[in-house]
């Protein structure tokens, strides 16, 4: 995040920071997974991100939901996309973290939405 350590306090600024998570990219890019879990992992292409530390989830310790119907596939699925919603989780908390740093925590309007 180095774009912190590049600003004119007296200015403000715009910065827009997007995460695919929880998005399903394994229909168009099933080389990276369901959820794309191969972000951040440090293979080629696939970035660094040094803060993050992975949270995995096994498919039988989740919830399945009383409307899905309890198999391995869903408990799978399901424990993916807690895996991606953590990485989201911490994301958003490492951007906040150096809002902070830098001296931008009461003065920075974060909208986040998610679709």
Known sequence: MNFFSTLNHSQP???YVAFH???RCGHTNPEYG???EKFGNGEEGMGIIPDWKPEHYKPEDVIVPYFIPD???ARADIAAQ???LSRLDQGI???LEKLKEFN???DTFSNLYIR
């Open 13 to 15: 600024f715009f910065l």
């Open 21 to 23: 998570d929880p998005h």
């Open 34 to 36: 369901e959820f794309c």
């Open 71 to 73: 198999t391995p596939t």
């Open 82 to 84: 807690y895996t991606t």
């Open 93 to 95: 908390g490492l951007v």
């Open 104 to 106: 931008h925590d009461n």
